[in-house]
């Protein structure tokens, strides 16, 4: 992670369908700390971490990354393949579960999800199917939302445009960055005196 940045407050963003690049402007321009997963940093190339739990999502997009974000992994044989940062998790998974988990590991209190569907009632992701044909479905979404019920202890607030998870309390993308914000110049005033 960059040194001297406050990880207090991070944004994962997801790759539901109801994210948006409008959505992903205001996280850039609010400058808290963000893990895009999968194919999401195309939208928040302003990212710090990219990062992807499937060993065939590197294989067909390490190359076309072009940002200078830190790339994590909780694959082993991905992270030796393709030289990627090893994230150590064990049970079941998603990729965007993982990267929560990633960023409480890292020290964040909070967490703001974007673009964390788990639904596939209006799509499967912003940018279409996945040309493989791994893509999520009606089961593998509510096998999702199960496996987020172990984060439901952890402040997370879900803003997400539309999102089928029960677990975390919901606000707007404004209201999430804004009391984040705040938060962390009330922390930079503080620490200045």
Known sequence: M???????TVVCIASGPSLTKADC?????SGLPTIAVNNSWKLAPFADVIYAGDSDWWSRHIREINIA????????????????NYHHAVGYWNSGLRAVQFALLQGAKRVILLGYD???????????????????????????IEQFKSLAAFDIINSS??????????????QSLSEA???????STSEDL
């Open 118 to 144: 788990c639904s596939v009632e209006n799509g499967t992701h912003w940018h279409g199917n996945h040309p493989n044909g791994n893509n999520p479905d009606a089961a593998k979404c509510k096998g999702w």
């Open 69 to 84: 974000a830190e790339r994590w992994t909780c694959n082993r044989s991905a992270a030796r393949w393709y030289r990627l």
């Open 161 to 174: 445009r539309v999102s089928a998870l029960p677990w975390f309390p919901r606000a707007s993308l404004e």
């Open 2 to 8: 960059k040194p001297g940045r406050n990880w207090e």
């Open 25 to 29: 402007d205001l996280v850039g321009a």
């Open 181 to 187: 914000c705040r938060a962390l110049e009330t922390t």
